[in-house]
């Protein structure tokens, strides 16, 4: 260090070696206060990212119960009109409580999506509200087709897209929410069963059902109709293996749960 800096902080140390005990106090608070507050600023800001992130993860799974019904019920309908169309005309008796557990799967869903937190809604937070809408308009245009077709096969393929456009909300749900994001080993493997693994499971298990159920029907089953069995099943176990695996996982990474 140069000499004259050198007496410059010999300086400023003599200066400080005669101050009394009190100003000495003083000097060292006015000093340390601006650096304690500028910490506490930066942990007090991690730690809020930490509690937002946590917080949209819970907006996000309030969403999963309805959605989960909604897939189910839409699954169940595929089946049913897909029997209907074929030629078993009691199944038309089963598609109006099914429709009725539909329509009350989507109250459910927009209930959520209207709740609000500090003046937002849910669907605000997670951009969900324009897809359940479009979902909605996507279902109505299902549910008229459905039993006055005479296309059993376009009928069953509009289902099917309308389950994948399902599956694909669920997935936004999740990538909006933080689910997907989630860094805890154990959840993250419960996210990915409830987000991706299990409504793939079903939506292909359901397929096989509703399949199956024209199939029986008609009492005939095509080649494609057999061809299109055989992978839909193939999908289902890797699907539920996949579920195996995660759960295996979560269970080693979290004993509590894997006693649950």
Excluded at 17 to 34: E, F, M, N, Q, T
């Amino acid at each position: 260090m140069p000499y004259g800096e050198t007496m410059k902080y010999l300086k400023i140390f003599n200066f400080f070696g005669k101050l009394r005990l009190g100003w000495k106090l003083i000097l060292i608070a006015s000093l340390s206060v601006p650096a304690l507050a500028y910490i506490t600023y930066k942990l007090v800001e991690a730690k809020s990212k930490d509690i937002h992130f946590g917080q949209k993860e819970i907006y996000g799974t309030e969403y999963l119960p309805a959605l989960r019904k909604l897939h189910e019920q839409v699954a169940k309908h595929r089946g049913l009109t897909n029997g209907y169309l074929h030629g078993n005309s009691s199944m038309k008796d089963q598609m109006p409580s099914t429709e009725q557990s539909i329509t009350a799967a989507f109250q459910a869903l927009s209930d959520v999506d209207t709740r609000t937190v500090e003046g937002t809604s849910y669907g605000v937070l997670l951009e969900s509200s324009d897809k359940i809408n479009a979902l909605k308009r996507e279902w109505e245009a299902v549910r008229s087709k459905s039993a006055n077709s005479n296309s059993p096969q376009d009928v069953f393929d509009q289902h099917n897209r309308l389950m994948s456009s399902i599956n694909d909300l669920i997935v936004h749900v999740g990538d909006r929410s933080n689910l997907i994001l989630d860094p805890d080993l154990d959840t993250y493997y419960l996210m990915d069963a409830a987000i991706v693994q299990l409504p793939n499971a079903v939506d292909a298990i359901g397929q096989v059902r509703g399949l199956m159920s024209g199939a029986l029907s008609a009492k005939t089953i095509t080649a494609a109709e057999q061809a299109h069995l055989s992978f839909q099943l193939a999908r289902a176990q890797s699907a539920l293996a996949s579920v195996e695996i995660g759960m295996r996982k979560a269970f080693d990474a979290n004993a509590a749960a894997g006693g649950d």
